[in-house]
């Protein structure tokens, strides 16, 4: 049997970042994509493709930050593991930090453009088919956390707005959609707690089975 092949591409929340540590990564039993290939089993294989501080477009200025543009490096990345058939995309909350001046409305623009389109246009090399798109809306960000507070100014309104917004885009774009707005972040204010892991892939698991 061949198996359905899933990219799960996005930021930190991805990549599993421990809130309140300094860039320690949660383990394999914890992280979502992981956790999702051990529900899904041996039919499915799930890429996990996470980079903290990944961005829709904006550069990350900070040192050792490169490479942060999730926009240039989406085609090479969805080449590199083709063929996919669906693509689960989580991003967006670093472009909510303050630094960058965007409106919900524009991040959602941005995702809609760089990002959806872009994938269920890219036809495999392989055969004749497109992924399909599971758009995953961000967490509440929470401002009273200092880490947040720092980086995220008007954060928890913008990241509220922003489940209505990336439901549309998935709705206009034929794509699937999963919330994660009501899982537990952690003490800064931002990332997943261990639990909210688990609750996220539990979540996937049920609705891929569903599109399979």
């Not at 917004?165 to 794509?175: D, G, H, Q, R, V």
Request: glycine residues 6%; aromatic residues 8%; proline residues 4%.
């Amino acid at each position: 049997m061949i198996k359905k092949r899933i990219l799960c591409f996005g930021d930190s929340y991805t990549w599993g970042y421990a809130p309140g540590t300094d860039h320690e990564r949660f383990p394999e039993d914890v992280r979502f994509p992981k956790v999702l290939q051990s529900l899904l089993g041996e039919n499915f294989e799930v890429i996990e493709e996470g980079l903290n501080s990944r961005t829709l477009v904006n550069e990350d200025e900070r040192p050792g930050k490169e490479g942060r543009n999730g926009s240039q490096y989406l085609i090479p990345c969805l080449d590199s593991h083709d063929p996919l058939d669906l693509v689960v995309l989580m991003l967006g909350t670093n472009e909510l930090k303050h630094k960058f001046q965007n409106s919900p409305e524009e991040i959602g623009n941005l995702l809609e453009r760089y990002f959806v389109k872009t994938i269920l246009g890219r036809k495999s090399q392989f055969r004749n088919t497109y992924p399909q798109v599971l758009i995953i809306s961000l967490p509440i960000i929470n401002e009273t956390a200092e880490y947040a507070s720092k980086r995220y100014v008007s954060g928890t309104k913008k990241s509220k707005e922003l489940q209505e917004i990336y439901s549309e885009i998935a709705k206009t774009n034929n794509c699937h959609f999963v919330s994660a707005s009501e899982l537990v972040v952690g003490i800064d204010g931002v990332h997943f707690i261990k639990e909210s892991h688990i609750e996220l892939a539990n979540k996937l698991n049920e609705k891929i089975r569903s599109i399979f």
